[in-house]
């Protein structure tokens, strides 16, 4: 008797426990279904967000100027709506990604991770949406969404639909539009030596053999470099086109006779490329290394996403004074973006959405492009005028083109199913100097994929 | 007496001295300089631009500036890095002591092996054991968590603390301590007026040693702290990855050597202090 008593009284005590916290507030599953499907008022989710009071957010630590900018406009912007902005930095990406896939394999699901935020793009946003790690499409339906282009029907869209190929599904929230740009050292290459396409440079380093390299492939920066090569070698002459298709779209023999002819380019200028001449070609393993080789007049030119690279390397003293940007190579400058995006398990999820709706507005990404040097992610001509004037005016400074050059010059990232092809394709051919025909070395890394 | 010491060297020996000095101090100098750099290129012996000009006409904190302010976390990752290495070394203490007592004077079946095990953990690389840990210590709840990052920083360790006490253990005479009974000391005076302060030099030696070790491990104190716990490591790691190493590097790389410089002074000046106290030195 006495003991069913007890037992009564810790059951009454264990569900009034309960109770009061799921009276405090709704459990993360509810609020993101509720959230989701659109029929959450605003106001909800920064009352929420406020209750929460911290999100941890996950990015690239690896530049001064934007840790700083985080810390010092970011921060307090969060603070003012009673977020505290918690920036974890790490060194890679792909890192953060094995974490959450870790947490989630071992039980902690919904509200129990702990990464609230992630800067992502690429291959990296595909694993996470492969695995179902992401939170949702929420993307479109933050306060700040009218200021990016939406509609499948305007193609300028395709920038915040599309990540490398993989639908976006709203499910990550545009943060900054990148163009892959080349600098040039003008103390060594005149205007009139200014190579323009693949040929030009070709003839450039066979008067000045080894001054040029780039990021080693798997490095994304280096098969943006081969990507644009194969845009601009595409036997058919459609430029970027077909590398839109996803692998099965295209086929793999298709594929291979799209990228022969630049391959055999790619062959063509190894030894011509930074230690070629001494018979030992080299590729440095990232964008320092690269900074490194520029800034020491070792390579003449230095290819990366920046559009306001030049600009942050004479900041920060990375980049010798004489560089400048170039147009190169014509047609073929690859932009792509990149976003924010929520894990599925983020333990702070309203929090999240409140940062990354700042992380979206008009004074956020001013912000950014003046202090941190990233370009706006943003859509302008979805910008109202004075709006437009005031990311206009926050714009760094260009070094011997203009912003109008660029513009004319993008092209479209290549589908992430491809890239990993390509990739494989280039450690086989160029790194391991294999001679088999390319037909053959595709056919291979498609079945090793499999 | 230094200096006539000094003269009475062959000119052979004061080479190797000077040779020491160039290995132990000679890597400091172009990281002094390249924390006091703007802009520094190939093959300029001394920066082209120094960090002091550029101070003035830069639109961010530079260099030093940079490593000073709070955005560069260097504090916290230093009092992070010094409170998980004194945890890490008197917890190692602890489980080290004792077990080096039985493995020093007892004898038992299967001690060689044991011993042989103990130092296992030394073998396998910390990738393998850091990726492993990560899915349990999940799951435990453990990661991110400073408990989590100084249980981890105990494997590495222990295996080189117990071979150290062991040692010392051998060292000492029983003796000592079956008088101090004999004289009426009872269990706990022995261990605090004999054993500890006998072992003292030892002990100390050995705490250095784990701390130092502690305060430089990367990988498994990146994998269970999850990017959440910042070391010193873990930021001078995110800071040079891809090769090359700027002025807010080389300040970060400086900040990093200072807990081991400092704690190896303090620790000489101790054990020779110990020493003489028990009329071992001279």
Redesign the interface.
């Known amino acids: 008797m006495k003991n069913l008593k007890k037992i009564g009284w810790s059951a009454v005590l264990l569900t009034a426990l309960l109770g009061t916290t799921t009276a405090h507030a709704m459990d993360d599953a509810e609020f993101r279904s509720q959230f989701l499907s659109g029929s959450m008022d605003w106001s909800e989710v920064t009352k929420r967000a406020q209750d929460e009071g911290t999100v941890n957010f996950y990015y690239w630590g690896g530049s001064d100027i934007i840790n700083l900018w985080i810390d010092q406009v970011a921060k307090p912007a969060l603070a003012e709506e009673g977020v505290t902005l918690n920036p974890v930095r790490i060194t890679a990406t792909k890192d953060t990604v094995d974490v959450i896939l870790a947490q989630l394999a071992s039980g902690k699901g919904e509200g129990e991770g702990s990464v609230d935020m992630l800067w992502v793009n690429g291959e990296n946003f595909f694993t996470l949406k492969q695995q179902g790690a992401l939170w949702g499409s929420f993307a479109d339906k933050l306060p700040n969404s009218v200021n990016f282009e939406w509609d499948n029907a305007d193609p300028r869209a395709q920038l915040n639909l599309s990540d490398f190929g993989t639908a976006t599904d709203r499910m990550e929230m545009p943060w900054s539009g990148e163009q892959y740009v080349c600098a040039v050292d003008r103390a060594h290459v005149s205007q009139e030596e200014t190579p323009a396409t693949f040929e030009d440079l070709k003839a450039y380093l066979e008067q000045n053999p080894g001054k040029f390299a780039y990021v080693k492939p798997p490095h994304y920066l280096g098969n943006t470099f081969v990507q644009s090569v194969l845009y601009a070698h595409n036997p058919e002459g459609t430029g970027a086109e077909p590398f839109q298709l996803s692998l099965e779209e295209l086929g793999a023999d298709k594929l291979a006779a799209l990228i022969e002819p630049g391959f055999a380019y790619l062959k063509e200028i190894e030894p011509l490329l930074l230690g070629g001449p001494q018979g030992n070609p080299r590729y440095p393993e990232g964008p320092s290394e690269l900074d490194n080789l520029f800034l020491n007049s070792e390579v003449h030119f230095n290819c990366k996403f920046g559009l306001y690279g030049v600009y942050a390397g004479l900041i920060t003293g990375t980049y010798p004074e004489t560089a400048e940007e170039m147009i190169f190579p014509a047609g073929n400058m690859i932009k792509n973006k990149s976003y924010l995006a929520i894990p599925l398990n983020s333990p702070n999820s309203a929090a999240a959405l409140v940062a990354i709706n700042y992380f979206s507005s008009v004074a956020s990404q001013a912000a950014m492009m003046k202090q941190a040097g990233m370009p706006a992610g943003l859509d302008t001509w979805k910008l109202a005028e004075a709006d437009q004037a005031i990311i206009n005016e926050a714009a760094p400074p260009h070094y011997g083109v203009t912003q109008a050059e660029f513009d004319a010059n993008i092209a479209p990232d290549t589908n992430a199913s491809l890239v990993d092809v390509i990739e494989g394709t280039w450690l086989e051919v160029i790194e391991r100097g294999s001679d088999k025909p390319i037909k053959d070395v595709v056919a291979e890394v498609v079945a090793n994929l499999k | 007496m230094a200096s006539a010491s000094l003269r009475s060297l062959t000119f052979g020996q004061k080479l190797l001295i000077l040779a020491v000095l160039a290995f132990t101090i000679g890597p400091f100098a172009p990281l002094i300089i390249q924390s006091l750099?703007?802009?520094?290129?190939?093959?300029d012996l001394l920066p082209s631009?120094w960090w002091l000009e550029?101070r003035q006409i830069?639109?961010?904190?530079?260099a030093w500036d940079?490593v000073l302010?709070?955005?560069?976390?260097v504090l916290e990752a230093t009092v992070n890095t010094i409170g998980i290495g004194v945890a890490v070394s008197l917890l190692c203490l602890l489980i080290c002591l004792p077990a080096a007592r039985v493995l020093a004077r007892a004898n038992f079946r299967g001690k060689k092996r044991l011993e042989f095990f103990l130092s296992l953990p030394l073998l396998v690389p910390e990738a393998a054991i850091g990726i492993a840990l990560?899915?349990i210590f999940?799951?435990l709840g453990l990661?991110?968590t400073y408990v989590g990052v100084i249980i981890v920083h105990l494997i590495p360790t222990v295996p080189y603390m117990v071979r150290m006490l062991t040692a010392v253990y051998q060292g000492l005479d029983q003796g000592f301590e079956d008088n101090a009974r004999v004289l009426g000391a009872n269990d706990w005076q022995v261990l605090t007026r004999v054993t500890l302060p006998m072992l003292m030099p030892g002990v100390l030696a050995g705490a250095l040693f784990t701390f130092l070790v502690s305060t430089n491990l990367f990988l498994l104190t990146?994998f269970i702290g999850?990017?959440?716990i910042?070391t010193l490591p873990t930021l001078l790691?995110?800071?040079i990855?891809?090769?090359?190493m700027?002025?807010?590097a080389a300040g970060i790389a400086l900040v990093a050597s200072l807990p081991g410089l400092i704690l190896l002074v303090l620790s000489d000046r101790l054990i020779r202090e110990e020493a003489f106290a028990l009329g071992i030195g001279e």
């Open positions: 750099a703007f802009r520094w290129a190939w093959p631009v550029q830069s639109p961010f904190p530079l940079y302010s709070p955005t560069s976390k990560l899915m999940t799951g990661s991110g990146f999850q990017g959440s910042v790691f995110s800071q990855s891809g090769g090359a700027g002025a807010t």
